[in-house]
């Protein structure tokens, strides 16, 4: 069944069988730990670990969720989203290289260009309550002011020309660290403009990257199938989930500093311990699963998007299952998660539009 709550979004009421819990997601702000991925403020990034918040109470019944669609301006091939601090959404357009920002109340984007030739990937909103956006066409890490839209770029140095910049996080210490698909990683301290970079181990592959509530950072190599313990020094050990060549796509933290981990050449999810050195996955439900993103809410709740089935996936640890979502366009592609209190939030890269998962008010 298919509702219209306003004319900028479709709403899709989900019509399964069992009643459903949609946690609170931490906030694309959250303090010192995170982002998520993601100083000063708090905020998680594409990749980071959960806060606390307020959940909406007990189970949902199924026909009260509902998936919400926003369109964005046609071509921007929105990649990552954010929750903003000020209650909007902000949205890396790759395809126009900007960075948007969608009110959902009404509909309304507003779009800020990052300059020549820009293409960004990620976008977090770091402890200072801004938007930081790894930009593979500018070779750089950029910061917009949500307040005045001044743009500050912060190059990579020489020996990380070319990274295809990917994914960033936040640490505790306020440092924000990145990767690079054509086989870096690195860090930037906002405080003093600084920018190292790191070759990889294996070359080329790191993607998602996320920070533990302890602070720790791990990150995933696509192309070298293996997840990185981040050290402060920025040395890196090497794990390796139990599947061989499972291409490790994206990670995420939960609440006790496990790192979930969506497989896209395998198509499942894998959880690390990092206490017990343990690894357990489950395959994702489907004939051809792609798990692509991976994100987990403020009560642990596991997300994922599975571009074999077109949907978004909600896995609960405690008993093993997937909850499907499927997704408003076909193909929708999302490509990236992120959240805060009672909202989950994508970006169907191939259909131009925001989608985003919660309970349906009484008003809706």
């Not at 990579?156 to 936040?170: I, R, Y």
Request: charged residues 15%.
């Amino acid at each position: 069944m298919v509702r219209v709550r306003r004319p900028a979004s479709l709403h899709f009421v989900l019509l399964t069988a069992a009643a459903l819990a949609i946690g609170a997601c931490s906030s694309g702000e959250s303090s010192s730990t995170t982002d998520t991925g993601a100083g000063a403020a708090a905020a998680p990034s594409s990749t980071s670990p959960p806060t606390t918040s307020t959940s909406i109470p007990g189970p949902v019944p199924a026909g009260e969720l509902v998936v919400d669609s926003y369109p964005v301006p046609a071509g921007s091939r929105p990649h990552d989203v954010a929750p903003a601090s000020d209650g909007g959404v902000w949205y890396t357009a790759q395809g126009s290289g900007e960075l948007g920002w969608l009110d959902p109340a009404t509909g309304e984007t507003r779009q800020i260009a990052l300059g020549s030739g820009s293409r960004p990937h990620g976008v977090i909103v770091g402890p200072d309550g801004a938007p930081w956006i790894t930009d593979g066409g500018l070779n750089a890490i950029v910061r917009v002011d949500p307040g005045t839209d001044e743009v500050t770029v912060f190059p990579l140095p020489g020996d990380g020309a070319d990274a295809n910049l990917n994914t960033a996080t936040f640490d505790s210490a306020g440092l924000l660290w990145f990767t690079g698909q054509n086989g870096v990683y690195g860090r930037v301290d906002p405080s003093t403009g600084t920018v190292e970079v790191f070759d990889a181990p294996r070359g080329t592959g790191p993607y998602g990257i996320t920070t533990t509530p302890a602070g720790d950072i791990y990150y995933a190599s696509l192309a070298g199938s293996y997840v990185g313990a981040v050290s402060p020094d920025g040395t890196v050990t090497v794990l390796e989930p139990p599947t061989p060549g499972q291409g490790s796509r994206r990670v995420w933290a939960d609440s006790t500093g496990a790192i979930w981990v969506s497989e896209w050449n395998a198509g499942q999810l894998s959880r690390y311990d990092p206490a017990t050195g343990e690894w357990e996955s489950w395959p994702l439900p489907g004939d051809e699963p792609a798990a692509y993103a991976v994100y987990v809410d403020d009560v642990d709740s596991v997300w994922l998007s599975d571009f074999g089935s077109n949907a978004m996936l909600r896995f609960d640890p405690a008993t093993e299952t997937f909850d499907t979502f499927p997704l408003p366009h076909d193909p929708g592609d999302v490509r990236q998660i992120l959240g805060r209190p009672g909202e989950v939030w994508g970006a169907e890269s191939a259909a131009d539009h925001l989608v985003v998962i919660r309970a349906a008010t009484p008003a809706q």
